[in-house]
């Protein structure tokens, strides 16, 4: 029941990551977008892989911190692009 609790947290905290994603993207911009806040979100998600990897609790649940990972990693790549397009704009 544990691991299906830690999946709801995953599902409710990684929710947000595609949205936040697609407005980054169409907004075109990295103002007010904290990239301090995003590397903590995505060493979070790392440590809770590390965590379930170091106690050999290997289960279908990292797959959800994996999925998140890599969402948060986009909204990351995300800032820069659009970083890039405000120096031009300047």
């Known amino acids: 029941m544990a691991n299906v ?9 990684g929710a947000s990551w595609p949205i936040n994603f697609i407005k980054a993207f ?18 979070g998600y790392i440590f809770g892989m590390m965590a379930k990897i170091l106690n050999n609790n290997i289960n279908y649940v990292l797959i ?8 948060v990693a986009a909204n990351i ?5 659009n ?6 704009r300047q």
């Open 64 to 71: 959800f911190y994996v999925l998140n990972v890599v969402v």
């Open 77 to 81: 790549g995300i800032y820069f692009v």
């Open 26 to 43: 169409k907004a075109g911009t990295s103002k007010g977008t904290s990239l301090a806040f995003l590397c903590l979100i995505e060493s």
């Open 5 to 13: 609790f830690e999946i709801l947290m995953l599902t409710c905290f």
């Open 83 to 88: 970083r890039k397009k405000d120096a031009k």
